[in-house]
Each structure stands twice: as structure tokens, then as C-alpha cells.
């Protein structure tokens, strides 16, 4: 799925399950959910997943790749979410250029980098993630308070990731003006 024009989604939650089965087809164009969420899901929320998936297209928003981390992709998460992508025929696939595991989860996005290692590094990575989930991703750029380092603007480190890992962009407009706030640059700008 391309988003090319102006679509509606929800998120897909537990809590808003009844709703979101009560409503009618076409009553919005998408839902989101976290694959990590639902993977292991059975029962009536399973078979509420389920029948959502028959009537709106589902489009999945990963938080646990961790694709800018140093320990090598979960190939677990990786089958897993493959499976679940492909039961529920997900076409739309993104996840943060971030990293939030080390030894562990962090419950928390940390920014990469912005360094042209750091670019082949992301790239390498989410490439051997597109191979084992057998589709192109998109990668959603992320608010960060600090850089820890920049040897180029996050916008030329994003388009080098993107060009070089051949990927799709989720770009998200509200991130791009917390950047512009707490970094000091144009957000307009940018999203030109």
C-alpha cells in the first residue's frame, strides 16, 4: 500500500476493538497496529484482528527492530512479524531509524548518529530486514533531544539512509517540528 493522497487510519487497539468492529467498511482506509502487539494474540481479540483484516487494510508500524542497534536483528521478531504480515496481508511496513536495544530493551527510541558509518551501518541492516521480511519497509524518522554526534544535518543523513538501504520514508510531520524546535532549524524547509 502507497500512501500517495490524503488517507484516514486509526490505531488499531484492544480497547477499541468493539468500535472498530462496529464500524462500516470504508468508514476509514486504514488501520495501524504494532505487530509486537498482536503476534501472539488470540482468542476474541485474535479473532477480532482477524476479521478487521478482511474488511480494512491493516498497516503495521514496528517498535522493536532497534535498527540502528549494534546486536544483530532479532531474526525471532523478524519470522514473526513476516508471519503475521503475511496472514494479515500487510503491504505497508515501517519502523523507527532508531536503536532501543542493547543487552536488552530500552523502552525507549535513541537517536543514531549522524555519520556516514552510521548510514551504512542503518542501511545494512534494514536492508537484511527487507530480505527477511520479504517486502520493502519504510523507516519513520524519530524526535531526539541530543544528537550524539552529527557530521551531517538529519535531513542528509536520512536521504543517505533511505538511498543506500533502498527503502521507503514514514516521514512524520509532527516529529520534524519537535526537531525544529529543540535543533533550531526551519521545519518548513525540511518538509519542502
Known amino acids: 500500500m502507497h500512501l500517495t493522497t490524503l488517507n484516514t487510519g486509526l490505531g488499531l487497539r484492544r480497547g477499541l476493538l468493539p468500535e472498530l468492529l462496529a464500524m ?7 488501520l ?5 502487539n498482536w503476534i501472539a494474540v488470540g482468542g476474541a481479540y485474535g479473532k477480532g484482528l482477524a476479521q478487521l483484516a478482511e474488511r480494512f487494510t491493516i498497516t503495521c508500524h514496528g517498535l522493536s527492530l532497534s535498527l540502528g542497534g549494534s546486536a544483530p536483528l532479532d531474526s ?17 511496513y515501517s519502523e523507527h531509524l532508531s536503536y532501543c ?7 525507549d527510541l535513541l537517536p543514531i548518529p549522524f555519520t556516514d558509518e552510521a548510514v551504512r551501518h542503518v542501511a545494512a541492516r534494514i536492508r537484511q530486514a527487507q530480505a527477511h521480511l520479504e517486502r520493502r519497509i519504510a523507516v519513520e524518522n524519530i524526535s531526539y533531544y541530543a544528537a550524539p554526534y552529527q557530521a551531517m544535518s538529519e535531513l542528509e543523513f536520512i536521504r543517505a539512509v533511505l538511498d543506500e538501504a533502498d527503502c ?6 509532527d516529529t520534524v517540528f519537535v526537531n525544529a524546535c ?5 521545519a518548513k524547509a525540511i518538509l519542502r
Open 76 to 92: 525471532s521478531l523478524l519470522n514473526k512479524t513476516r508471519q503475521f504480515l503475511d496472514r494479515h496481508q500487510v503491504q505497508l
Open 24 to 30: 462500516s467498511a470504508g468508514a476509514v482506509d486504514f
Open 32 to 36: 495501524e497496529c504494532a505487530p509486537e
Open 182 to 186: 529543540n535543533h533550531g532549524y526551519d
Open 101 to 107: 536495544s542493547d543487552d536488552g530493551h530500552l523502552y
Open 168 to 173: 521507503d520514508l514514514l516521514q512524520d510531520v
